[in-house]
């Protein structure tokens, strides 16, 4: 048993890698949207699923074989693992190409792109995602016919126990060690070496053990769960899909939950993920320890009072996200929210899954895959009901308080009602559920989200964010999952401003990716021009009258349009060519996903959408030294002609790349290539009294690309594959140690 404790920990590791690089890789490849991360989400689960339910039935049969034969099938299926390191990088990017390259990428609507690039992720990951979910009945096969009595009588809890411990060093070794160090292809290349490595030593191991037994007769130990009652059973199975199904719709509303205590970084997510882990570990080694004590041999039922317990701790997490429960600001703050929201839960979690599927099983892998498969379907729908249906419809409270009454449904379900039992028991049986209801709906009325923290706010929710307008006058803000995205300043308008003026010839079209408040939209209209925006989540556009009030009259303009698309994937689809084309990433510039808008890759695609002569804006708010550094490597080597500039409130950078010189011009230059809209624009919120005053700001605080790049000789351009921006904990700890590479940038700008 020590030998697969140790595959399943090492296996569950790479499992959680996989899973993270995997969908880094198919987001730069197909776009950073909901529908793209809920496809590669239930591509990999659906194959765990598929693969469990035939890998059982597979030892089912095998069952008359030598007794090596399920050791050796989960050898090569380890060895199979261990080729996706090089076959998934190599099948999304062959993928992308199919897409770009078949001339259809403009012509379809989302939906069909959707189709066509989900097929492709699917043939891509499900065979190895299938060889995932096959491994657990193979081992719980070879256990129960290599391992003599005892714990190998119920296997599941005890392989299910190291996976989870896997994943949890996997999720904190990826994101705060491993990619950092060796990007997102050298850490898939990492795991795959651990899987290759599991795949021999199992190899291994079936010759040793088949020279010291031989051959070995059917196993003769019966299949306990082959008898259960029907009712009993489908009960079981129930409860393991709602688990599943509970479990991981909460995970998409925690994410919108504690993200503004705990911001957009990387780190964030993953310590949500590693304390998910860490509590589901516990709750399994309790179950362990419970199990050991009864000698393995029997596996109770859960009964009502447990599924009624977490069903009433599935409402935690609105108590830990309150804003009026006092707890320390900054990420300590904020993990010490999600410990006490998501903790509870997940220990009873990790306890009741695994004594399910032990429950279901009795040790029979064919019967513990397809009852571990049933908990997967589960964890498929999860998402998708809360990402599109429950979070869009009623909101993160609602939604948690639905969830957990589908809990205590279950509850009802595994206590004895629907079997002759006399009247007093069934009075005492519905106490739990009962209970529990009325302690959830309690939490659920006395407690409050985040956006009632802000007076008058206007909240929009749809599947990718909860959007919060906010403010009065000159003071209006914009958040989105409870962080900052903007305000109205004159930078924005500089954005547009400033690369459709340096033009020498007069702008047709401009492009604005991200679209905000969509001040720099709204600029660029001022032009004349046919202004088209691209905006990652839908319900960012709709407040656009609440910060310009002219906004409802402009949109109703030929020359306006708003494409709810990632902006990459959206250049991707597009032929068309633009004058200019305006880049303003969601700050902050460490966010997660933000460098798929500052790397070498995108500026490849971005050249192939330029007009002669056409202007790149890259706005860069900030950061340190080589954060930006790289930053402008990649436009130094996308781009033959580069200028910098520092903004009008002196923080922040205007990046300028052009395929063609950009000539020199003074501010007087500038303001007579404007029409005078553009000019009315320009100057509505000062702060100089005149275009050519408020141009010459600017332009003096030009910054050489030299000096910013002379700031970190030797940073490499940022690279999909390398977003130094997003994981940068080791990077800073040793900065901080040679006490430098603190200072930011933006101290090269001349103060004017």
């Known amino acids: 048993m020590p030998y697969f404790f140790g595959f399943f920990l090492v296996s569950g590791f790479c499992s959680l890698v996989y899973e993270v690089v995997w969908l880094r890789l198919a987001m730069a490849r197909f776009g950073v949207t909901t529908p793209t991360v809920s496809i590669v989400l239930s591509v990999f689960m659906a194959g765990l699923a598929a693969g469990s339910w035939a890998a059982g039935r597979l030892a089912r049969r095998l069952a008359g074989h030598r007794r090596t034969t399920l050791i050796r099938l989960y050898g090569m299926t380890e060895l199979l ?30 939906g069909a792109y959707y189709l066509a690039s989900g097929a492709l992720i699917c043939v891509a990951l499900l065979p190895f995602c299938f060889g995932m979910g096959a491994t657990f009945p193979l081992a719980i096969g070879a256990i129960r016919r290599l391992v003599p009595g005892g714990e190998a009588t119920l296997p599941f809890g005890y392989l299910y126990l190291a996976n989870v411990a896997g994943a949890t060093l ?98 964030s997510f993953a310590s949500i993920l590693a304390l998910y882990f860490v509590a589901t570990f516990a709750g399994s080694r309790l179950y362990r320890l419970r199990l050991r004590s009864a000698s393995g041999v029997a596996v109770r039922a859960p009964g009502a009072v447990l599924f009624s317990t977490l069903g009433a701790l599935g409402v935690l997490p609105l108590l830990a996200a309150d804003y009026r429960v006092p707890f320390p600001a900054g990420m300590g703050g904020g993990l010490g929210r999600v410990a006490l929201g998501i903790g509870p839960f997940c220990a009873v979690l990790g306890f009741v899954t695994p004594l399910l599927v032990d429950r279901w099983s009795r040790g029979d892998p064919e019967r513990a895959g397809s009852g571990y498969a049933v908990n997967v379907v589960g964890c498929i729908l999860g998402p998708l009901a809360a990402g599109f249906v429950l979070l869009p419809a009623v909101g993160e409270r609602s939604a948690m308080f639905a969830l957990a009454l589908m809990v205590l449904l ?30 959830s709906a309690a939490l659920a009325l006395s407690t409050a989200d985040f956006d009632e923290s802000i007076p ?48 020498r010839a007069p702008p047709t079209n401009a492009l604005t990716i991200c679209f905000g408040m969509g001040t720099t939209f709204r600029s660029a209209l001022s032009w004349g021009i046919r202004s088209r925006a691209v905006e990652l989540v839908p319900s960012v556009p709709l407040l656009f009258g609440f910060f310009h009030p002219d906004g409802p009259e402009l949109l109703k303009s030929p020359r306006a349009r708003i494409v709810i698309d990632d902006g990459r994937r959206y250049l991707e689809r597009t032929s068309e060519a633009y004058d200019v084309i305006i ?50 490597q990649a436009l130094r080597t996308s781009f033959p002609y580069v200028r910098v500039f ?63 790049l002379s700031c970190a000789p030797g940073v490499a351009a940022l690279e999909d594959d390398r977003p130094i921006n997003e994981y940068f904990l080791l990077r800073r700890m040793f900065e901080r140690r040679s006490r430098a590479g603190v200072a930011a940038v933006t101290t090269l700008v001349p103060r004017s």
């Open 583 to 632: 880049i303003d990433p969601p700050p902050p510039p460490e966010a997660a996903g933000s460098s798929l808008l500052y790397s070498r890759e995108f500026y490849a695609t971005l050249k192939q959408h330029l007009r002669p002569g056409g202007v790149v804006q890259q706005w860069v708010p900030g950061g340190g030294v080589r954060m930006v550094a790289a930053f402008a």
């Open 646 to 708: 520092g903004s009008l409130e002196g923080w922040g950078l205007h990046f300028l790349a052009s395929m063609e010189p950009i000539p020199p011009a003074s501010g007087a230059e500038l303001a007579r290539r404007m029409p005078p809209a553009a000019v009315r624009d320009l100057l509505e919120w000062g702060p100089a009294s005149t275009a050519e005053a408020e141009f010459n700001l600017v332009l003096a605080r030009e910054v050489p690309l030299a000096d910013i």
């Open 81 to 110: 693992i261990a080729s996706s390191g090089v076959a998934v990088p190599a099948a999304l990017a062959y993928g992308r190409t199919l897409l770009a390259g078949g001339g259809a990428g403009g012509a379809w609507g989302s």
């Open 170 to 267: 996997g999720t904190l070794a990826s994101a705060f060690v491993l990619i950092e160090l060796l990007g997102f292809r050298g850490t898939l290349a990492f795991a795959a070496g651990l899987n290759a490595l599991l795949g021999t030593l199992a190899l291994a191991l079936s010759l040793r053990w088949s020279e010291r037994s031989g051959e070995r007769q059917p196993d003769a130990r019966p299949a306990a769960a082959a008898s259960a009652e029907p009712r009993e059973g489908g009960r079981t199975l129930a409860a393991l899909f709602t688990t599943g199904f509970v479990s991981m719709a909460m995970e998409v509303i925690w994410v919108r939950q504690f993200t503004p205590y705990l911001g957009t970084v990387v780190y």
């Open 456 to 503: 008058n706010a206007v909240v929009r929710r749809d599947s990718t964010a909860t959007v919060i307008a906010c403010g009065e006058g000159m003071n209006k803000h914009l958040l989105v999952n409870g962080i900052g995205m903007t305000s109205l300043t004159p930078i924005t308008k500089m954005m547009a401003h400033l690369p459709l003026a340096i033009r």
């Open 410 to 439: 279950v509850a009802t379900l595994r206590s004895p009602l629907s079997v002759p039992v006399d009247e007093a028991r069934t009075r005492r049986r519905w106490w739990a559920p009962g209970l529990a209801a009325a302690l």
